[in-house]
């Protein structure tokens, strides 16, 4: 048995998420066992291929990568497009050599079905694919150690005042999701990716360290300042946050996070807070199963990034 910590991604690939794949694929306690992608940010076409650039980039093309659904697991009670205006679909990386292997949610059943050891599951964007998963198979939740989701607020607005982005885009797979019985799950809220924030001085001092990772993660780090200037609180300390790899981290140093618990609902009836992530009783150390990430030591952060790009 590996001493090394078996992972699989399942991201939506943009900036935020190639970051995550980075530290998945760099850290040296971590096993990449694979990368399945998922629509979301943009069509799972460009997703895909977004993580395969990331990949290639690092000279990790052998880690497989297997694209998912394309659209939420049931329909939504408003219409969503895939994509994004607003970001581009495809990352300012060369163009990768690797090609994408096998469906992703077939792969992740089969591949959770044959794990010898517990396996953490880290899923950045929309809960579609393991949702589908879940629906194949629910007996691959006996192969997850942990399942840590990058997704859902507490008292930090999202893309509406009530929901974070992807528990909003499927609000439907993320019920199902949180209703399965994992044995340890974290949610890593946007409380805790806004109490974060990443500055130009933290991307000035991923590009000095030279490396191709840390010299791409600091242009998206840059480029995030630049969109988040549209936020005020984010425009008021020149920063922004980096979503995707704190909920890498929380596999590697979980002292970062600030976690309470909770038991956690999805509200999916009501249009005016639909996709909201619902506490009971709000967020109370002393119950419920899952736990809810609040707060990150923002240094300890940075310091961790700088240490795996800059291998």
Not at 21 to 46: C, F, Q, R
Not at 50 to 56: A, F, I, K, P
Not at 221 to 244: E, F, N, S, T
């Amino acid at each position: 048995m590996s001493d090394r910590l078996p992972v699989i991604l399942d991201c939506d690939t943009g900036t935020d998420d190639a970051v995550a794949v980075m530290l998945a694929a760099l850290h040296p306690d971590l096993d990449l066992l694979g990368v399945t992608t998922v629509w979301g940010n943009h069509d799972v076409a460009h997703t895909t291929d977004n993580t395969l650039r990331v990949l290639d980039l690092l000279g990790r093309g052998a880690v497989g990568v297997h694209a998912g659904r394309n659209a939420p697991i049931r329909p939504r009670i408003e219409p969503l497009p895939s994509g994004r205006a607003d970001l581009h679909p495809v990352l300012d990386l060369p163009e990768p050599e690797s090609v994408a292997s096998g469906d992703a949610v077939e792969w992740l059943v089969e591949t959770l079905r044959a794990a010898t050891q517990p396996v953490a599951l880290v899923p950045t964007g929309p809960l579609t694919n393991l949702a589908a998963a879940l629906a194949a198979d629910r007996r691959i939740v006996g192969a997850v150690g942990r399942l840590v989701v990058l997704g859902g607020t507490h008292r930090e607005a999202g893309v509406t005042p009530y929901a974070e982005r992807n528990v909003w885009s499927d609000p439907e797979a993320a019920a199902d999701v949180l209703a399965a019985p994992f044995r340890d799950v974290l949610l890593v809220t946007m409380d805790a990716t806004f109490s974060a924030p990443l500055t130009a001085a933290d991307a000035v001092r991923l590009r000095e360290l030279g490396t191709p990772a840390a010299r791409a993660a600091a242009s998206f780090v840059d480029a995030r300042i630049a969109w988040y200037r549209r936020d005020p609180a984010m425009a008021a300390v020149g920063g922004a946050p980096l979503h995707d790899p704190l909920a890498v981290a929380a596999l590697v140093e979980p002292d970062l996070l600030t976690v309470l618990h909770a038991s956690v609902t999805v509200e999916r009836a009501d249009p005016t807070s639909y996709g909201a992530t619902r506490f009971a009783s709000e967020v109370d150390e002393s119950g419920g199963r899952v736990g809810v990430a609040v707060a990150a030591d923002r240094d300890r952060y940075v310091d961790l990034l700088c240490e795996v790009l800059g291998r």
